[in-house]
C-alpha cells in the first residue's frame, strides 16, 4: 500500500519567516501534485511535478521533486498570512494502481502577524 | 477552467436511511475519485474509478457503493446512513496521461 507522509504536521510560522514542508512517499513515482485546502472549502491545485529534479514557482511558494528519493518539498518564502491553510501532496504511482491518487497527511499552516 | 459539480453541498439525515451522493463532471475525464475527509484531516480515499463499468475500492473501508454507467457521472450511495458515516465527502476526476485532479465543492453529511 501506498504510504504518503508530510511533516510537519502543523506549522505556526511568523510573517517574514522561510519555512519548508517535506513530503515522503514510498513508491516509484514521478507524478506528484500539491494541493491547498482553506477552511471548509474543497482542494485547489497548485503544483504539479512530473520529473525527477522538478522545480514550479509560484508567488512565495516554491515546490521541488527527487524522485529517487522520494520527496518532494514545498517552500515558503517570506510568509504572509494569507497563505495560511493546509498543504496536501499527492502521488500517484508508475505502475500498478497507477489510476489511484494517495493523498499525504496534511500540514496545515499558520502565519501570524 | 474544471467542471466538477457535487450535490447536495448540506445534508442531514436520519440513521438508517439510504442516501445517494451525487458527482458530476463536463470535462469527459476517465478517472473519478471519492474521499471522505473529516474537519481538518486528511483525506482517506473510499472509491476510484478509471473508466466505465471500472471501480476500486480505496484505502479506507466503507460501506458505500459506487457505480459508474457513464463517463461524467460517478454516485456514492450509503444503503443505510449511521451517525459514524457523518463527515465531507469530496469528489474528484483527472484526465488521461499524468494531469492533476480537479475536486468539486463536497457534501457535508450529517447522520442525526
Known amino acids: 500500500e501506498l504510504k504518503v507522509e508530510q511533516n510537519p504536521l502543523f506549522l505556526s510560522m511568523q510573517e517574514g519567516k522561510n519555512y519548508t514542508i517535506y513530503c515522503n512517499y514510498s513508491?516509484?513515482?514521478?507524478?506528484l501534485y500539491w494541493y491547498r485546502q482553506d477552511p471548509g472549502k474543497s482542494l485547489e491545485s497548485l503544483f504539479v511535478?512530473?520529473?525527477?529534479?522538478a522545480v514550479k514557482q509560484e508567488g512565495r511558494l516554491m515546490a521541488s521533486l527527487d524522485t529517487k528519493a522520494r520527496l518532494s518539498t514545498l517552500h515558503i518564502t517570506a510568509a504572509v498570512h494569507d497563505l495560511s491553510a493546509t498543504y496536501f501532496c499527492?502521488?500517484?504511482?508508475?505502475?500498478?494502481?497507477?489510476?489511484?491518487?494517495?493523498f499525504g497527511t496534511g500540514t496545515r499552516l499558520q502565519v501570524t502577524l | 477552467e474544471a467542471d466538477i459539480y457535487q450535490t447536495p453541498r448540506y445534508l442531514v439525515i436520519g440513521t438508517g436511511k439510504k442516501i445517494t451522493l451525487e458527482c458530476s463532471q463536463t470535462?469527459?475525464?476517465?478517472?473519478m475519485y471519492w474521499y471522505q475527509q473529516d474537519p481538518g484531516m486528511e483525506l482517506h480515499l473510499i472509491h476510484y474509478?478509471?473508466?466505465?463499468?471500472?471501480?476500486e475500492k480505496g484505502d479506507l473501508s466503507s460501506e458505500s457503493t459506487v457505480s459508474r454507467i457513464r463517463t461524467e457521472h460517478f454516485p456514492l450511495t450509503l444503503e443505510s446512513a449511521r451517525p459514524s458515516h457523518t463527515s465531507q465527502y469530496l469528489c474528484?476526476?483527472?484526465?488521461?496521461?499524468?494531469?492533476?485532479?480537479?475536486f468539486g465543492q463536497g457534501t457535508r453529511l450529517t447522520v442525526v
Open positions: 499527492a502521488v500517484a504511482p508508475n505502475t500498478g494502481t497507477a489510476s489511484k491518487l494517495t
Open positions: 513508491t516509484t513515482s514521478d507524478r
Open positions: 470535462m469527459g475525464h476517465d478517472k
Open positions: 474528484a476526476s483527472r484526465g488521461t496521461g499524468r494531469t492533476e485532479a480537479f
Open positions: 474509478s478509471y473508466g466505465v463499468n471500472s471501480t
Open positions: 511535478l512530473l520529473s525527477n529534479g
